[in-house]
Protein backbone atom coordinates (compact mmCIF):
# COMPACT_ATOMS: atom_id res chain seq x y z
CA UNK A 1 0.00 0.00 0.00
CA UNK A 2 0.78 3.55 -0.74
CA UNK A 3 3.23 5.42 1.99
CA UNK A 4 1.09 7.87 4.41
CA UNK A 5 2.61 11.17 4.12
CA UNK A 6 0.49 12.87 6.32
CA UNK A 7 2.35 14.34 9.48
CA UNK A 8 0.93 12.89 12.70
CA UNK A 9 0.42 15.08 15.84
CA UNK A 10 2.82 14.16 18.94
CA UNK A 11 0.77 12.19 21.34
CA UNK A 12 -0.86 12.80 24.62
CA UNK A 13 2.19 13.00 26.22
CA UNK A 14 4.19 14.39 23.36
CA UNK A 15 6.86 12.23 23.88
CA UNK A 16 6.77 10.52 20.13
CA UNK A 17 9.83 8.04 20.02
CA UNK A 18 11.96 8.62 17.14
CA UNK A 19 11.71 5.58 15.41
CA UNK A 20 9.28 5.38 12.74
CA UNK A 21 5.87 3.40 12.62
CA UNK A 22 6.34 0.58 10.27
CA UNK A 23 2.67 0.26 10.35
CA UNK A 24 2.05 3.62 9.47
CA UNK A 25 3.85 3.14 6.52
CA UNK A 26 2.47 0.04 5.12
CA UNK A 27 -1.39 2.53 6.03
CA UNK A 28 -2.41 -0.01 8.67
CA UNK A 29 -1.30 1.25 11.74
CA UNK A 30 -4.89 1.89 13.55
CA UNK A 31 -3.38 3.23 16.79
CA UNK A 32 -3.64 7.01 15.93
CA UNK A 33 -2.36 9.53 18.46
CA UNK A 34 -1.73 6.58 20.85
CA UNK A 35 1.24 4.72 19.00
CA UNK A 36 4.45 4.45 20.67
CA UNK A 37 6.18 5.11 17.18
CA UNK A 38 6.48 8.04 15.06
CA UNK A 39 4.14 8.94 12.34
CA UNK A 40 6.83 11.69 10.67
CA UNK A 41 7.30 11.01 7.53
CA UNK A 42 11.15 10.93 7.58
CA UNK A 43 11.22 9.05 10.56
CA UNK A 44 8.29 6.57 8.86
CA UNK A 45 10.68 6.31 5.31
CA UNK A 46 13.89 5.60 7.27
CA UNK A 47 12.37 2.81 9.10
CA UNK A 48 10.75 1.47 5.54
CA UNK A 49 14.07 1.50 4.06
CA UNK A 50 16.03 -0.22 6.81
CA UNK A 51 13.15 -2.86 7.49
CA UNK A 52 13.49 -3.72 3.82
CA UNK A 53 16.91 -4.41 3.80
CA UNK A 54 17.20 -5.94 6.80
CA UNK A 55 14.16 -8.39 5.98
CA UNK A 56 14.35 -11.70 3.74
CA UNK A 57 12.14 -12.78 0.89
CA UNK A 58 8.36 -14.31 2.21
CA UNK A 59 8.53 -18.19 1.76
CA UNK A 60 5.02 -18.06 1.71
CA UNK A 61 4.40 -15.61 -0.70
CA UNK A 62 6.84 -17.21 -3.62
CA UNK A 63 4.71 -19.98 -3.03
CA UNK A 64 1.73 -18.36 -3.20
CA UNK A 65 0.15 -19.27 0.15
CA UNK A 66 0.73 -15.85 2.02
CA UNK A 67 -2.14 -14.89 4.20
CA UNK A 68 -0.79 -11.94 5.47
CA UNK A 69 -0.77 -9.37 2.48
CA UNK A 70 0.25 -5.76 3.57
CA UNK A 71 1.04 -7.08 7.10
CA UNK A 72 3.52 -9.75 6.48
CA UNK A 73 7.11 -8.37 7.30
CA UNK A 74 9.06 -10.09 4.75
CA UNK A 75 9.22 -9.40 0.79
CA UNK A 76 7.05 -10.28 -1.19
CA UNK A 77 8.86 -10.22 -4.88
CA UNK A 78 7.20 -10.76 -8.14
CA UNK A 79 3.90 -11.07 -8.86
CA UNK A 80 2.38 -14.72 -7.73
CA UNK A 81 -1.40 -14.94 -6.99
CA UNK A 82 -1.85 -16.06 -3.31
CA UNK A 83 -4.23 -18.94 -4.11
CA UNK A 84 -3.10 -21.50 -2.39
CA UNK A 85 -3.45 -22.96 1.60
CA UNK A 86 -0.26 -22.55 3.50
CA UNK A 87 0.98 -26.39 4.14
CA UNK A 88 3.59 -26.88 6.70
CA UNK A 89 6.66 -28.43 5.42
CA UNK A 90 7.28 -31.59 5.52
CA UNK A 91 11.10 -33.18 6.76
CA UNK A 92 11.15 -36.94 5.41
CA UNK A 93 12.04 -39.48 7.35
CA UNK A 94 15.98 -40.98 6.76
CA UNK A 95 16.44 -43.32 9.20
CA UNK A 96 12.57 -45.05 9.00
CA UNK A 97 13.01 -48.40 7.29
CA UNK A 98 9.00 -48.27 6.55
CA UNK A 99 9.10 -44.97 4.56
CA UNK A 100 12.62 -45.48 2.81
CA UNK A 101 10.27 -49.07 1.43
CA UNK A 102 7.19 -46.90 0.76
CA UNK A 103 9.29 -44.59 -1.29
CA UNK A 104 10.94 -47.26 -3.31
CA UNK A 105 7.82 -49.18 -3.66
CA UNK A 106 5.69 -45.94 -4.60
CA UNK A 107 7.98 -44.62 -7.08
CA UNK A 108 5.29 -45.36 -9.99
CA UNK A 109 3.14 -42.46 -8.52
CA UNK A 110 5.95 -39.84 -9.45
CA UNK A 111 4.80 -39.44 -12.77
CA UNK A 112 0.90 -38.67 -11.27
CA UNK A 113 1.07 -36.76 -7.95
CA UNK A 114 1.99 -33.74 -6.62
CA UNK A 115 5.59 -33.65 -4.61
CA UNK A 116 3.71 -33.13 -1.59
CA UNK A 117 0.80 -35.70 -2.17
CA UNK A 118 3.96 -38.10 -2.93
CA UNK A 119 5.09 -37.30 0.62
CA UNK A 120 2.02 -37.57 2.12
CA UNK A 121 1.64 -40.49 0.58
CA UNK A 122 4.79 -42.35 1.42
CA UNK A 123 3.86 -41.38 5.22
CA UNK A 124 0.52 -43.32 5.11
CA UNK A 125 1.74 -46.41 3.55
CA UNK A 126 4.16 -46.60 6.61
CA UNK A 127 1.48 -45.91 8.87
CA UNK A 128 -1.17 -48.18 7.39
CA UNK A 129 1.82 -51.20 7.95
CA UNK A 130 1.93 -50.07 12.09
CA UNK A 131 -1.68 -49.75 12.23
CA UNK A 132 -2.24 -53.14 10.85
CA UNK A 133 0.13 -54.99 13.38
CA UNK A 134 -2.96 -54.41 15.67
CA UNK A 135 -4.05 -57.51 17.93
CA UNK A 136 -1.77 -59.99 16.11
CA UNK A 137 -0.90 -61.83 18.79
CA UNK A 138 -2.93 -65.08 18.74
CA UNK A 139 -1.62 -68.11 20.82
CA UNK A 140 -2.74 -70.72 18.61
CA UNK A 141 -2.86 -69.04 15.76
CA UNK A 142 -0.14 -70.89 13.46
CA UNK A 143 2.28 -68.55 11.41
CA UNK A 144 0.83 -68.39 8.49
CA UNK A 145 -2.74 -67.15 9.86
CA UNK A 146 -0.99 -64.45 11.45
CA UNK A 147 1.02 -63.17 8.53
CA UNK A 148 -2.24 -63.34 6.30
CA UNK A 149 -4.55 -61.36 8.79
CA UNK A 150 -1.10 -58.93 8.80
CA UNK A 151 -1.45 -58.65 5.20
CA UNK A 152 -5.15 -58.49 5.08
CA UNK A 153 -4.94 -55.72 7.33
CA UNK A 154 -2.21 -53.71 4.94
CA UNK A 155 -3.80 -53.91 1.88
CA UNK A 156 -6.74 -53.30 2.56
CA UNK A 157 -6.17 -50.11 4.25
CA UNK A 158 -3.73 -49.30 1.09
CA UNK A 159 -6.87 -50.07 -1.14
CA UNK A 160 -9.26 -48.44 1.10
CA UNK A 161 -7.24 -45.04 0.69
CA UNK A 162 -6.04 -45.01 -2.78
CA UNK A 163 -7.35 -48.19 -4.77
CA UNK A 164 -8.93 -45.07 -6.92
CA UNK A 165 -5.21 -44.17 -8.49
CA UNK A 166 -4.72 -45.30 -11.85
CA UNK A 167 -0.74 -46.10 -10.35
CA UNK A 168 -1.47 -48.38 -7.49
CA UNK A 169 -1.13 -51.66 -9.14
CA UNK A 170 1.98 -50.91 -10.13
CA UNK A 171 3.31 -50.54 -6.44
CA UNK A 172 5.91 -52.71 -5.47
CA UNK A 173 3.63 -54.73 -3.38
CA UNK A 174 6.12 -57.51 -2.79
CA UNK A 175 8.84 -55.03 -1.48
CA UNK A 176 6.43 -54.04 0.61
CA UNK A 177 5.04 -56.74 2.10
CA UNK A 178 8.71 -58.29 2.75
CA UNK A 179 9.69 -55.62 4.40
CA UNK A 180 6.66 -55.05 6.65
CA UNK A 181 6.13 -58.59 7.69
CA UNK A 182 9.51 -58.93 8.73
CA UNK A 183 9.56 -55.93 10.36
CA UNK A 184 6.15 -55.35 12.12
CA UNK A 185 4.82 -59.09 12.27
CA UNK A 186 5.68 -61.46 15.75
CA UNK A 187 9.38 -62.69 15.89
CA UNK A 188 7.37 -65.60 17.65
CA UNK A 189 5.31 -66.26 14.23
CA UNK A 190 8.46 -65.64 12.13
CA UNK A 191 10.47 -67.97 14.12
CA UNK A 192 7.84 -70.64 13.28
CA UNK A 193 8.96 -70.86 9.68
CA UNK A 194 12.17 -71.37 7.88
CA UNK A 195 13.44 -68.38 5.66
CA UNK A 196 12.66 -69.88 2.65
CA UNK A 197 9.24 -70.59 3.78
CA UNK A 198 8.67 -67.54 5.07
CA UNK A 199 10.12 -66.12 1.25
CA UNK A 200 7.81 -67.99 -0.41
CA UNK A 201 4.49 -67.71 1.73
CA UNK A 202 5.23 -63.64 1.11
CA UNK A 203 5.38 -64.15 -2.74
CA UNK A 204 2.41 -65.80 -3.05
CA UNK A 205 0.14 -63.34 -0.82
CA UNK A 206 1.93 -60.72 -2.61
CA UNK A 207 -0.33 -62.71 -5.60
CA UNK A 208 -3.20 -63.64 -4.28
CA UNK A 209 -4.06 -60.65 -1.47
CA UNK A 210 -3.22 -58.17 -4.31
CA UNK A 211 -5.88 -59.54 -6.85
CA UNK A 212 -8.01 -59.68 -4.10
CA UNK A 213 -8.26 -56.21 -3.05
CA UNK A 214 -8.34 -55.13 -6.95
CA UNK A 215 -11.49 -57.48 -7.61
CA UNK A 216 -13.37 -57.18 -4.52
CA UNK A 217 -14.38 -53.35 -5.60
CA UNK A 218 -16.23 -55.21 -8.38
CA UNK A 219 -17.83 -57.87 -6.56
CA UNK A 220 -18.97 -54.56 -4.77
CA UNK A 221 -20.09 -52.52 -7.27
CA UNK A 222 -22.10 -55.95 -9.08
CA UNK A 223 -23.91 -56.11 -5.41
CA UNK A 224 -25.17 -52.84 -5.12
CA UNK A 225 -26.17 -52.70 -9.11
CA UNK A 226 -28.56 -56.02 -8.51
CA UNK A 227 -29.14 -55.55 -4.90
CA UNK A 228 -31.37 -53.19 -2.08
CA UNK A 229 -30.58 -52.85 1.61
CA UNK A 230 -27.62 -52.69 2.92
CA UNK A 231 -27.84 -55.69 5.50
CA UNK A 232 -28.71 -57.65 2.28
CA UNK A 233 -26.03 -56.40 -0.08
CA UNK A 234 -23.42 -56.43 3.14
CA UNK A 235 -24.36 -60.26 3.97
CA UNK A 236 -23.93 -61.11 0.09
CA UNK A 237 -20.47 -59.47 -0.02
CA UNK A 238 -19.00 -61.37 3.30
CA UNK A 239 -20.42 -64.48 1.36
CA UNK A 240 -18.47 -63.43 -1.99
CA UNK A 241 -15.96 -62.46 -0.24
CA UNK A 242 -15.03 -65.55 2.06
CA UNK A 243 -16.01 -67.91 -1.30
CA UNK A 244 -13.36 -66.17 -3.42
CA UNK A 245 -10.33 -66.35 -0.69
CA UNK A 246 -11.53 -69.67 -0.16
CA UNK A 247 -11.41 -70.98 -3.47
CA UNK A 248 -7.80 -69.13 -4.24
CA UNK A 249 -6.54 -71.26 -1.32
CA UNK A 250 -7.53 -74.39 -3.08
CA UNK A 251 -4.74 -76.19 -5.08
CA UNK A 252 -6.54 -78.36 -7.12
CA UNK A 253 -8.26 -75.58 -8.97
CA UNK A 254 -7.38 -76.03 -12.43
CA UNK A 255 -8.46 -73.22 -15.07
CA UNK A 256 -10.69 -70.01 -14.59
CA UNK A 257 -14.15 -72.18 -15.48
CA UNK A 258 -13.21 -74.30 -12.48
CA UNK A 259 -12.46 -71.59 -9.99
CA UNK A 260 -16.46 -69.74 -11.16
CA UNK A 261 -18.16 -73.16 -10.60
CA UNK A 262 -16.38 -73.57 -7.45
CA UNK A 263 -16.27 -69.70 -6.51
CA UNK A 264 -20.25 -69.36 -7.14
CA UNK A 265 -20.75 -72.63 -5.45
CA UNK A 266 -19.28 -71.44 -2.25
CA UNK A 267 -21.18 -68.41 -1.97
CA UNK A 268 -24.88 -69.89 -2.94
CA UNK A 269 -23.92 -72.60 0.24
CA UNK A 270 -23.01 -69.91 2.44
CA UNK A 271 -26.07 -67.69 1.97
CA UNK A 272 -27.76 -71.31 2.07
CA UNK A 273 -26.33 -72.27 5.32
CA UNK A 274 -26.46 -68.46 7.01
CA UNK A 275 -30.42 -68.57 5.77
CA UNK A 276 -30.91 -72.08 7.37
CA UNK A 277 -31.77 -73.21 3.89
CA UNK A 278 -33.57 -70.15 2.20
CA UNK A 279 -30.90 -68.61 0.51
CA UNK A 280 -33.28 -66.70 -2.39
CA UNK A 281 -34.36 -64.87 0.21
CA UNK A 282 -30.72 -62.82 0.34
CA UNK A 283 -30.02 -63.93 -3.23
CA UNK A 284 -33.34 -64.62 -5.63
CA UNK A 285 -32.27 -67.13 -8.61
CA UNK A 286 -32.90 -63.98 -11.08
CA UNK A 287 -30.51 -61.91 -9.08
CA UNK A 288 -27.77 -64.75 -8.69
CA UNK A 289 -27.90 -64.91 -12.38
CA UNK A 290 -27.24 -61.25 -13.45
CA UNK A 291 -24.91 -60.50 -10.35
CA UNK A 292 -22.42 -63.48 -10.95
CA UNK A 293 -22.53 -63.02 -14.67
CA UNK A 294 -21.83 -58.76 -13.96
CA UNK A 295 -19.27 -59.86 -11.51
CA UNK A 296 -17.18 -62.27 -13.52
CA UNK A 297 -17.03 -60.26 -16.81
CA UNK A 298 -16.18 -57.36 -14.59
CA UNK A 299 -12.59 -58.76 -14.16
CA UNK A 300 -13.06 -60.08 -10.61
CA UNK A 301 -11.71 -63.51 -11.32
CA UNK A 302 -7.29 -63.80 -10.47
CA UNK A 303 -5.94 -62.48 -13.13
CA UNK A 304 -3.67 -65.96 -13.11
CA UNK A 305 -6.45 -67.37 -14.48
CA UNK A 306 -7.81 -64.91 -17.17
CA UNK A 307 -4.84 -63.24 -18.52
CA UNK A 308 -3.96 -66.50 -20.76
CA UNK A 309 -7.26 -67.00 -22.10
CA UNK A 310 -9.44 -68.45 -19.67
CA UNK A 311 -12.81 -66.44 -20.64
CA UNK A 312 -15.09 -68.87 -22.01
CA UNK A 313 -15.62 -67.90 -26.03
CA UNK A 314 -19.58 -67.19 -24.82
CA UNK A 315 -18.60 -65.28 -21.90
CA UNK A 316 -20.23 -66.15 -18.53
CA UNK A 317 -23.47 -66.39 -18.49
CA UNK A 318 -23.93 -70.23 -19.60
CA UNK A 319 -21.94 -71.25 -16.78
CA UNK A 320 -23.78 -69.13 -14.61
CA UNK A 321 -26.86 -70.03 -15.46
CA UNK A 322 -25.90 -73.80 -15.28
CA UNK A 323 -24.55 -73.56 -11.60
CA UNK A 324 -26.73 -71.46 -10.19
CA UNK A 325 -29.95 -73.60 -11.64
CA UNK A 326 -28.40 -76.93 -10.53
CA UNK A 327 -28.12 -75.14 -6.92
CA UNK A 328 -31.41 -74.20 -6.74
CA UNK A 329 -32.66 -77.51 -8.40
CA UNK A 330 -30.89 -79.36 -5.39
CA UNK A 331 -32.03 -77.73 -3.22
CA UNK A 332 -35.76 -77.85 -3.96
CA UNK A 333 -35.45 -81.59 -4.40
CA UNK A 334 -33.80 -81.78 -0.90
CA UNK A 335 -36.74 -79.64 0.38
CA UNK A 336 -39.14 -81.72 -1.73
CA UNK A 337 -37.50 -85.29 -0.49
CA UNK A 338 -37.43 -83.61 2.93
CA UNK A 339 -41.32 -82.37 2.87
CA UNK A 340 -41.92 -86.63 1.76
CA UNK A 341 -39.85 -87.70 4.75
CA UNK A 342 -41.81 -85.28 7.64
CA UNK A 343 -45.16 -86.18 5.50
CA UNK A 344 -44.16 -90.04 5.60
CA UNK A 345 -43.44 -89.68 9.47
CA UNK A 346 -47.01 -87.54 10.03
CA UNK A 347 -48.61 -90.26 8.26
CA UNK A 348 -46.93 -92.90 10.08
CA UNK A 349 -47.71 -91.42 13.53
CA UNK A 350 -50.98 -90.89 12.75
CA UNK A 351 -51.46 -94.58 11.87
CA UNK A 352 -49.93 -95.92 15.01
CA UNK A 353 -52.23 -93.18 16.99
CA UNK A 354 -54.94 -94.75 15.31
CA UNK A 355 -54.24 -98.21 15.92
CA UNK A 356 -53.47 -97.48 19.63
CA UNK A 357 -57.12 -96.65 19.51
CA UNK A 358 -58.22 -99.20 18.17
CA UNK A 359 -56.56 -101.72 19.95
CA UNK A 360 -58.01 -99.70 23.22
CA UNK A 361 -61.58 -99.58 22.06
CA UNK A 362 -61.28 -103.72 21.47
CA UNK A 363 -60.02 -104.56 25.01
CA UNK A 364 -62.39 -101.78 26.32
CA UNK A 365 -65.16 -104.26 24.46
CA UNK A 366 -64.03 -107.58 25.96
CA UNK A 367 -63.33 -106.13 29.25
CA UNK A 368 -67.78 -105.13 29.15
CA UNK A 369 -68.39 -108.73 27.71
CA UNK A 370 -66.70 -110.63 31.06
CA UNK A 371 -70.00 -111.82 33.22
Not at 105 to 115: G, I, N, V
Not at 322 to 347: N, S
Request: aromatic letters at 10%; proline letters at 5%.
Amino acid sequence: SALQTAAAPANASGTKRATGCWYFGKGTCTKGDACPFSHEQDAVIRTMIDDDAAKGPCWYYSRGCCSKGDLCPFKHIGFVPQTKSARVEFTEPIDDKLYTTATLATSCADLFEREDEIRKIRAKFAKYARDARANLEHPNASAQEVIVEFVDNYLSKIFQGYGDRSWILQCDFLLLLDTTIKELVPKSALAQLSPQNLDFLILSLQDSKVDEQRALPIVWEAIQECLTGPKIRSRVYKACEQGRSETTAEVSVFSAEDFARRWLTKVLQKLQLETRGVPETLLPKEAAFRLFTLFLEGGALPKSWTQNGGVPPNGWFPLVHEVVTAFYAAKDAQEARARAMVGAHVQAQALATMQSAQAQAQAQVGRSNVP
